[in-house]
């Protein structure tokens, strides 16, 4: 099969594409999934900025610039990751397609960095997510200031923004690229990643599974560096177009669409794919059952410098060294215990706050989201994220702190990498989470 789907763009579609009408554009969430679309337009120039694509979210802004290069090579894209310097390109006519969230968009409009009344189409990328995240209004904004533009609005579902599309582009034609499947695929496993590091996380899954023959899709932005990454290896074979033998694992490099995940469930019975967290709902949409694989992660690697670090101390005292040092902080050693000082000094020099398990003891991890009291979330909130939706056990659940702005979740050291990746992207009370390691 190709690495990309070939929608009909029929002669109805052509035409309102090259009349400036507006178009729905239905594909599920994943900027593959939208370079059919990206094709269709002519080439831009320097001089100014002629496109500009909405997206929900930050992550999504430079995978979607690297993606659109290799549709539109040779014009001046850029990806709004910073509001200063894509003022300053903006006023400078230094961009022709400009990558954006809604959020940065609107403050770049209030900053009257640019005109979208000027440009000559807006695409408005998986709104149904934006309008999920509580950024309609920024939307509304967005749309009300772009003009004659002609908008353009990319979705996993036509009917989850009926009312929206209705609103901002009526009766606009449809071109169903590849629409949500009629039947629900067999059970997969997922792990959440980003594009940049997919060739990293396929190898973390190849050793995680340890299959003895795997098949890998990618869409076409990433499959010559993984084939060129498995080019010796007789046990993997990236998915090629026509008849494939059936193998242990196959896995999905990013979000597949319907079509690909029914020809990847033919060809093994387990299947991984690599999604980032605003995916996990669409995924979970087409497949009977979706559950997380866990890959080696930040817990892991704290495991890791916490041994190199205890290795070096005990090197540097097998040495002789730290003589001086001694003297620089015995009057410390009046005043605390010598215990505290080594642990602050540890800290200094990046050794983690809490250890995972050892000599029996129960070792507990600190997880940061981005929602407190400011977005009217409780404590019962989140626990019931951990309990319903992660699937966390009560007794790996310990701490919960709701702060003003994010609150901090204590768990388990077995489970924490897992309930860091489920609950970034994960949706309470209309608050997209964002989740990390608290290192306290």
Excluded: C
Excluded at 32 to 37: D, E, G, Q, S, Y
Excluded at 94 to 111: F, G, N, Q
Excluded at 286 to 314: C, M, N, Q
Aim: aromatic share 4%; hydrophobic share 45%; no cysteine.
């Amino acid at each position: 099969m190709p690495w990309e789907f070939l929608p009909e763009f029929d002669a109805g579609h052509r035409a309102a594409l090259s009349t400036g009408r507006n178009l729905v554009y239905v594909a599920p969430p994943a900027w593959w999934t939208i370079t059919p679309l990206l094709r269709q337009f002519p080439p831009a120039a320097a001089g100014a900025l002629q496109t500009v694509i909405v997206v929900p979210d930050a992550l999504d802004v430079a995978e979607g610039a690297a993606v659109l290069r290799t549709v539109q090579s040779s014009a001046p894209i850029h990806a709004a990751t910073g509001i200063a310097r894509t003022s300053r390109k903006l006023v400078q006519n230094a961009v022709a397609w400009l990558v954006v969230t809604p959020k940065d968009l609107v403050e770049l409009l209030s900053r009257s960095s640019l005109a979208l009344d000027h440009v000559a189409r807006i695409v408005i990328g998986w709104p149904e997510l934006s309008l999920q995240l509580g950024q309609g209004d920024k939307l509304d904004t967005i749309l009300a200031e772009s003009g004659t533009a002609q908008r353009l609005f990319t979705t996993a579902d036509e009917t989850l923004i009926s009312d929206f599309t209705e609103r901002h582009a009526r009766r606009a034609p449809v071109v169903s690229a590849a629409p949500m499947p009629a039947t629900a695929a067999a059970t997969v496993r997922y792990a959440i990643t980003d594009s940049v590091a997919a060739a990293r996380a396929v190898r973390s899954v190849l050793d995680v599974v340890d299959p003895r023959s795997a098949v890998v899709w990618a869409p076409t932005h990433q499959a010559a560096a993984i084939a060129d990454e498995y080019s010796q290896d007789s046990s993997v074979r990236v998915l090629q177009s026509g008849a494939n033998d059936p193998v242990e694992l196959a896995i999905a490099a990013d979000l597949p669409s319907g079509a690909v995940l029914e020809t990847l469930t033919s060809l093994a019975d387990d299947v991984v794919t690599l999604v980032h967290g605003f995916q996990v709902s669409y995924l979970k949409a087409v497949t009977r059952k979706a559950r997380v694989l866990r890959l080696p992660g930040e817990v892991d690697s704290a495991r890791d410098r916490s041994s190199r670090l205890r290795e070096e101390i005990r090197q540097t005292i097998a040495d002789g060294r730290g003589a001086s040092e001694m003297l620089a902080l015995e009057p410390l050693f009046g005043e605390h215990d010598p215990a505290t000082v080594a642990a602050a000094l540890a800290a200094r020099i990046g050794m983690p706050g809490r250890q995972p398990v050892e000599d029996g003891l129960q070792a507990w991890v600190h997880i940061r989201v981005n929602a407190g009291q400011r977005d009217r979330i409780r404590t019962a909130d989140l626990v019931g994220a951990l309990l319903n939706a992660i699937g966390v056990a009560k007794a790996q659940i310990g701490r919960v702190e709701i702060r003003d702005s994010h609150s901090l979740l204590e768990v388990r050291a077995e489970v924490a990498e897992t309930v860091r990746r489920e609950l970034d992207g994960l949706v309470v009370r209309g608050k997209k989470l964002a989740a990390r390691f608290d290192r306290r």
